[in-house]
């Protein structure tokens, strides 16, 4: 999955400094190897490789991370692989889609 890149600036993940431990577990659990830790914070490291799975926030321990849980748009995904273009669902369902 080295080339897995969901759609730009779309991902849902959110993280809030604040309430980040600085446990490491985001780090772990996540596919992408997307969160990291720097100075005993979480950092995301590149938004546009989360496939909004939900891993990191639902083993996080303190709430600090927040991602609506979707499919990653596999559509949008393997678009982009066949046509070697930027991913792209061609669906026109506005803020909803994806
Ligand atoms: S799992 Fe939550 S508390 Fe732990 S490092 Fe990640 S964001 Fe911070
Ligand atoms: S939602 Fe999944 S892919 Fe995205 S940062 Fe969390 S664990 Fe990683």
């Not at 991370?65 to 748009?73: E, K």
Request: aromatic fraction near 4%; include cysteine; glycine fraction near 8%.
């Amino acid at each position: 999955m080295k080339d897995f890149r969901y759609i730009r600036n779309v991902a849902t993940l959110h993280l809030n400094p604040a309430s980040c431990s600085g446990c490491g577990v985001c780090s772990i659990v996540c596919p992408h190897r997307i969160l990291a830790i720097e100075k005993r914070k979480a950092v995301i490291q590149d938004l546009d490789l989360c496939m909004e799975c939900g891993a990191c926030s639902q083993n996080c321990p303190t709430g600090a991370l927040t991602v609506r849980r979707g499919v990653g748009c596999a559509a949008a995904v393997i678009n982009g692989w066949i046509r070697k273009t930027d991913p792209s669902c061609d669906c026109s369902s506005g803020p909803e889609c994806c």
